[in-house]
């Protein structure tokens, strides 16, 4: 019996590692063949310019009110004093991390301003804005009321008012730029350039190597990434911003840290340089910054912002048109970028996640909570003469689906608490060979436990059938005979025995069925179950 259990489970496992691998797409990266070389490790900006230090004007700030079409939004101009007229502005558009005017962007605002150059940052517009919606479109045409306003500051020669875009923003500000050709520059930091869904598949994918988790991991990327999200989400994930920069004819400066995972570093600067190309625009200038990660930060998203790169901005603003398509074009670290950010494969079964999302809820909701009906209604209808309505299972059945269930939501939960670890220890970029590699095993046995109550039910009801079927030969050999009650060649096992009793207990009985197919079958689609690590 032991050893039956144990080759059932085995068939089982290998079952839903078939359909792991069958239902839904792998990750495959392809290496970067192509590399950007920096002509330079000297970052500094190049061209016809009288350069201006960084904190050689004192600076003085203020917050406006900038009417947006529907709501207001307060906005921080910074002003250099003492720095004369008709100088240089520029306005800040928010990544996916920040929002707040008073607080975002000082340190770069400040530089620029304490070098001759005036800002504004604006608070971003939350009112059209969320994890579900976004629309970098409206989103243009809201941060170009600030532009407007930042042209009739006193000070300001409206004509050199230009964009600066960081991470999330680096999508809006190339639609500002050629819905507005007025629009003096544009400033693209930690520009992801591709889709937003390939960013995600792409930042991922370098969180989870640097984590070392399994290899088998990696298949959740293009299953996770690759969905349609409950309920609409995620709206925005296909937006692509390249016909934008197509049509893009003002001077450029792209940036980016060599540390920056999160971003195509290489890509992301090849296809702008190619892009822009094509409306005839030479005047890109591509700077990397040594040890500078997402936003140009030093040390971590908390460090400090790369002097450096406060200084070679303001020279490249405050120098314009003299430095726009400088020598050299290309400067800085040299960066290495291992994989292509590309295009998400979507999932041939899983594709929908509203489908996903709720079947996985109905499942678990009917695991739990389908025994607990059952005991309260039969506790409540002891003394009922409806009480054979209830039923229940039958005995030998009763304890492996019960047992199957419980399996099954404990091999999720684990799997989900699992997914939470990673993505915690992935974005503070640190290592846990505990965690990673003990986890996942972790979740692995516990999947694998769980499909030992399932085998001994599926051996218990096939027992069932080959008794049936003992029962029929019986038979045919003596028509016109009454066959013995319950006559069974299969020891232990009547012939007659159904799996439950009553309307309440085949009610049950389908409920832990429907939820441990769709538990088991759901973890295996994300791994769980899969062949070798």
């Known amino acids: 019996m032991t050893f039956r259990t144990a080759a059932t489970t085995a068939v089982l496992a290998i079952g839903l590692a078939a359909v792991g691998a069958f239902a839904g797409p792998e990750w495959d990266p392809q290496p970067v063949t192509d590399h950007i070389r920096t002509q330079t490790t000297d970052t500094t900006i190049g061209g016809t310019h009288d350069p201006v230090a960084v904190g050689t004007y004192p600076v003085v700030s203020r917050e406006v009110a900038i009417q947006l079409e529907d709501t207001t939004v307060t ?61 970098y ?5 809201d941060y170009d009321r600030s532009v407007q306003l930042l042209r009739t ?104 840290g060599d540390a920056d995972v999160s971003m195509p570093i290489e890509q992301g600067a090849q296809d702008i340089l190619a892009d822009t190309a094509k409306a005839g625009n030479q005047e890109v200038t591509v700077r990397y910054y040594d040890g500078a990660d997402h936003g140009l930060h030093l040390g971590g998203g908390a460090g400090a912002v790369s002097a450096a790169f ?16 400088a020598s050299p074009q290309i400067a800085g670290a040299q960066p290495n ?31 739990i909570g389908a025994p607990l009906v059952w005991m309260l209604v039969a506790l409540g209808t002891r003394r009922w003469r409806f009480r054979s309505h209830v039923g229940g299972l039958a005995r030998d059945l009763r304890v492996p689906m019960l047992l ?5 939501v404990l091999t ?42 399932v085998a001994v039910v599926v051996n218990r009801l096939s027992d069932r059938r080959e008794a049936r079927r003992s029962v029929l030969l019986w038979l045919r050999e003596r028509v016109g005979r009454d066959a013995p009650s319950g ?47």
């Open 75 to 135: 906005g921080q101009i910074r002003q250099p004093v003492g720095a004369g007229d008709d100088l240089p502005g520029v306005v800040f558009v928010h990544g996916a991390g920040t929002g707040d005017s008073a607080t975002a962007f000082a340190p770069q605002a400040w530089a620029l301003a304490s070098a001759g150059v005036v800002t504004l940052v604006p608070s971003k517009n939350l009112t059209s804005y969320s994890l579900q919606h976004r629309d």
């Open 137 to 141: 479109v409206q989103e243009a045409g």
């Open 153 to 256: 500051e006193p000070g300001v020669d409206p004509t050199r008012v230009g964009v600066y875009g960081e991470s999330e923003g680096t999508w809006i500000a190339p639609v500002m730029a050629t819905q507005d050709p007025a629009i003096a520059f544009t400033a693209l930091v930690s520009a992801p350039v591709v889709r937003p869904r390939e960013q995600a598949a792409f930042a991922v994918d370098n969180y989870l190597r640097n984590t070392g988790v399994p290899q088998g991991v990696f298949r959740a990327i293009p299953r996770a990434v690759g969905m349609d999200l409950p309920d609409g989400g995620l709206d925005y994930a296909d937006f692509d911003v390249r016909p934008y920069l197509e049509r893009l004819t003002q001077p450029t400066l792209v940036v980016y």
């Open 310 to 325: 406060q200084q070679d901005l303001a020279d490249w603003v405050a120098g314009l048109p003299g430095t726009a398509g």
């Open 337 to 367: 970028q291992s994989y292509l950010a590309e295009a998400v494969p979507s999932p041939r079964w899983y594709g929908d996640g509203d489908a996903v999302f709720g079947f996985t809820i109905a499942a678990v909701s009917l695991a």
């Open 404 to 408: 199957a269930s419980l399996g099954a």
């Open 412 to 453: 999720m939960l684990a799997l989900v608490v699992y997914l939470v670890a990673i993505a915690k220890i992935a974005l503070n970029y640190s290592q846990n060979a505990l965690v990673v590699q003990g986890g996942w095993l972790g979740v692995r046995a516990i999947g694998l436990a769980s499909l030992v109550p």
């Open 487 to 533: 006559h069974s060649a299969v020891p232990g096992v009547r012939a007659g025995q159904p799996v439950a009793r009553g309307i309440g207990g085949w009610a049950l009985a389908a409920a832990l069925a429907f939820a441990v197919v769709t538990l088991l079958l759901t973890t295996a689609y994300w791994g769980v179950f899969q062949l070798g690590i």
